[in-house]
Every structure is written in structure tokens, then in C-alpha cells.
């Protein structure tokens, strides 16, 4: 490895996979000076044309499903099931928004004298940053509603993750897709990232990363008045009513924490159970979670695989350190970066485990008495991103789901994202809504137009 490269390491073992080149602050430039000359051209191909050309990315991705699978399983970690659904993700998300070009309306609104229409403009170069959990889609959410929307992407893989990044870019090409519409800026947060925040030419940043990092890209953005979209972190609640199919709530609860090891912003890293149902749940959590398979990834059968890399597991130690477990799975010996997934019971609201986001796989187990308790107790972090609520009371699931200070609930489910709903977070989880029917317009500038007649 030399200053300018990063020796990507498998997780699961701890060996290194690949060197890997790191940009520097003047390779980003070109990157952007290029994205921007091959925005002029983009932007004026017919809106059926770049349909097409986006489902051809789409068909070349699926072409390379297993592929990009087996990359994001060293490179991350990812189990083979995770990794291929995360491939087939990029997929159908290039799909969907494959049919945005030739929908992008704008609107005619009445006024005297003349008529008054409004149109999407696509904004220029868009700079996407994407963290280590989940590489491909987080890439996908953001690249495919820029693109439809005629800009060109600049996209920084994490340093720790950028594998199937740079093999997505080159499927760009391979589909099809004009040189610099899409191009992959592997290198360092401080550098690259940085260099997209300051860059005049880049018109709108599409963070998602730590709650801290976000604050400064933020900052940095306002000095050019930059648009920019947050995804940060969260500390979500599953809220456990003890009117709800118990069993059903217990056996899922561990795949809403333990799935990516818990490196999930989504991830439910508390549950609140209602008091009388408190022990029924614990004993039925427990051999959910002692029977869940960690294993190497690269078994076909692991459920749960290492975290991305030995300074995640020791911040992860560290809280781990701080409290007593009351139960935890197995997980593999060796070099690897592995803690088995564990459970903490607490009932006090201000324990560390309780208010921050471990970002591993830890999940703290909370009574509550009635649902007034169980929202304060839930709406009470600084975050807001998703949640659960388990009752057989629809009203009761709806009213909680209101109350939650969070931008995407689920009830009687632990419904992941969605490329077509929308995504985003409450307080300081995040800022803006990507994804769904209307995100590729947030990639535009609504332009209005009178015409006197
Ligand atoms: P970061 O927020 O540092 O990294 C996210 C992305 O931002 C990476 O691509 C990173 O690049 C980049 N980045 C870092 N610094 C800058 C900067 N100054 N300007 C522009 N881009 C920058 O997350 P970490 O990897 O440090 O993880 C730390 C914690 O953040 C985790 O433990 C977890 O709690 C949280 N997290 C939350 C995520 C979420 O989905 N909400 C995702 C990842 C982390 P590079 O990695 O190359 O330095």
C-alpha cells in the first residue's frame, strides 16, 4: 500500500483483497470538469433515449448479480443472500427510475394576461457520497434519480467499500451510457468528499453517512448555497405491545438489528416491550437470537457476518464493555472483525446504550407501562429515522405510528427501504426525502416561465 492507495481487507478474515487507487484533490477536479462538460450533451438526450439507455444499465447489472454479490461478500462482509438482493436493488431501482425522463412534468398555472409553465431543469454535476454499510444501494438511491433527471454523477465510494462501485461504473459504460455521466471517485471523505462540497460546479451533495459528518458537509454546503440531501444516523424503537403476536414479534426482532451486523441506520437497536409482556418476550427473543447464524459470509447459510473492520468492532467493544449481557449468539474465532449479536436489558433512559447509535450488534430491551410511555420513551433521542410498532390494534398502530417522531414506521413489520416510498429522517437523522415518485424532481430546479399574450 502507498500513501495514494488502500489495501481493501476482507472482514470475515482479515486479509487484504485488493490495492486500491486513491484520488487526490486535483483527480476529483478532472472528475468534475469532465462530469460537467458531459452534462451539456446528457441533459439534450431525448428523455426516451436516456430511458432506454438507464434500462440497459439495468439489464447489465443483472447480467453481473452474482459478480457484484461476491465482491460486496469480501469487500464488506455481506452475507451471499444480503449481497445478492443488494445487487438486485441497483437493478430495480434503475428500472424504476428509467421511466422518470419522460415523466418529469411540469405545470401550467393560470394567469392573467399570458400563460405560465413550469419546468424540471436538471440541476449539473450531482456529488453522491456513500458510507461503508451498504454500498450498492445507498450508490443506486441516489445515482439512479440523478441521472434520470438529466445530471451527471460524481460518486465517492467509503475507502473501506469502493469494490463494487468502480465495477458498477464500468457496467455503466459497458450499457452504454456516455463517458463521465457516471463516474466513480474512489479516495478519502477529507479529500474527495471534501473536494465535492467545495467544488463550485458541483450543484447538489447527496450525503449519507454519520450524524457529525453530515453536520459539516451541511455547514460546507451553505457556503455556496449548495442543495444537499442527509441520510445520518438513528436510533429506531421497536415498540412491542403485548396485544401482538408475540411469537412473530420475537422471532423477527433480531433481523431488525442483527441484519448487516447491525451497521443499518434503520436498524432497531431498541425494544420497548409493555410490561405484562415483558418476560414473555425476553423468552422468546432469546433462542431467536442464540439461533441465528453467524458464520463466515462465505457460507451460502450465514444470516449475519463481521463488522466492516477492527476500529468498528473495538467503538462496538467499547459499549459492549459498559454493560451487562443478557444474552448473545455465537460467532466465529479468527482474525475476523466478529461480535455476536447481544442483547442488554435496561430501564434507565439516559444509559449510553440506550441514546446512541452502537452501529453493531447490540440491541437494548426497554419495559414500558402504556402507549403515552412508549412514545415519550421512543421520541426521546436526538434521532428519527424509522420504527416498528407490534400490536393487533390497527388504530393503536396508526396512532403510535403518528406520534413517532420518525420518518418511516412499520407496523406488525420491519419493512426495510424502499426505492419507490419515500426515505429520510426526523431531527437529526437527516434533511430532505429521496426516493419514491417524486425524488427525481428533487433533482431538478422547478424554472418558471410566463409568456405574455
Ligand atoms: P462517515 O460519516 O465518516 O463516512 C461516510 C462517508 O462520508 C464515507 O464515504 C466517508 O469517506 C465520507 N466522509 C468522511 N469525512 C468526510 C468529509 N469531511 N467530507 C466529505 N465526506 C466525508 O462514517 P464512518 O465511516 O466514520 O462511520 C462512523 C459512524 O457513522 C458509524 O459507527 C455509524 O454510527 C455512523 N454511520 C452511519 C451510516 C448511516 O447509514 N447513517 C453509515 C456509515 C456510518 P471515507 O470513509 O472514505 O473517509
Known sequence: MTTDSYTVINPATATPVIDVHLASVEETDTAIERAQEAFESWRAVAPGDRARLLRRFAAVVDDHIDELAELEVRNAGHTWGNARWEAGNVRDCLNYYSAAPERLFGRQIPVAGGVDITFHEPL???????????????????????????????????????LTAIRIGELALEAGLPEHVLTVVPGKGSVVGERFVTHPLVRKIVFTGSTAVGKRIMAGCADQVKRVTLELGGKSSNIVFADADLAAAAASAPYAVFDNAGQDCCARSRILVERSAYDEFLALLEPAVTGMRVLDPADETSEMGPLISAQQRSTVQGYLDEVEVAFAGSSPGGEGFWVPPSVVTTEDPSARIWREEVFGPVVAVMPFDDEVQAVELANDTEYGLSGSIFTRDLGRGLRVARAVESGN??????????YWTPFGGYKQSGLGRELGPDAPQAFTEEKNVFIAH
Open 124 to 162: 449539473g454535476v450531482v456529488g453522491i457520497i456513500v458510507p461503508w454499510n451498504f454500498p450498492m444501494p445507498i450508490l443506486a438511491w441516489g445515482m439512479a434519480p440523478a441521472l434520470a433527471a438529466g445530471n451527471t454523477v460524481v460518486l465517492k465510494p467509503a475507502e473501506l467499500t469502493p
Open 409 to 418: 414506521l412499520s407496523v406488525n413489520s420491519h419493512a426495510a427501504v424502499r
